[in-house]
């Protein structure tokens, strides 16, 4: 499967005080950080951080890159996106690779 997701921290920290300087990008970076250690195939971009795995290990790394962006905030917003499709894998780039041969052909080239 592949799921998309996005997190923004809101408010201040349940506990503890706001790290020196946070900023989204900081809570951003925790979550990514999470998703980069898990060693699952992943992309992101400037509004999704994107991972390829099967439900149980997805799952745990969107929990866990989620408690990790909470730290800069009292509350967390989160949006995912999923793709399931049992059976397939390397979607992350083969989806895109279809879309590009299709413009390609219908481009003429």
Do not use: C
């Not at 349940?14 to 999470?34: E, Q």
């Not at 745990?60 to 990790?68: K, L, Y």
């Amino acid at each position: 499967m592949l799921v998309a997701f996005s997190v923004a921290p809101s408010g201040p920290p349940a506990t503890g005080p706001v790290p020196a300087n946070a900023s989204v990008h900081d809570a951003v970076a925790a979550a990514v950080k999470v998703v980069r250690e898990s060693g699952l195939p992943n992309q992101t971009d400037s509004m999704f951080t994107t991972i390829e795995g099967e439900w149980d290990e997805v799952m745990d790394v969107v929990r866990r890159a989620t408690e990790a962006a909470g730290h800069y905030g009292e509350r967390v917003s989160l949006v995912l996106k999923a793709d399931i499709r049992p059976g397939y894998y390397g979607e992350l780039t083969g989806k895109v690779e279809r879309l590009e041969a299709a413009l390609e052909r219908r481009e003429g080239k």
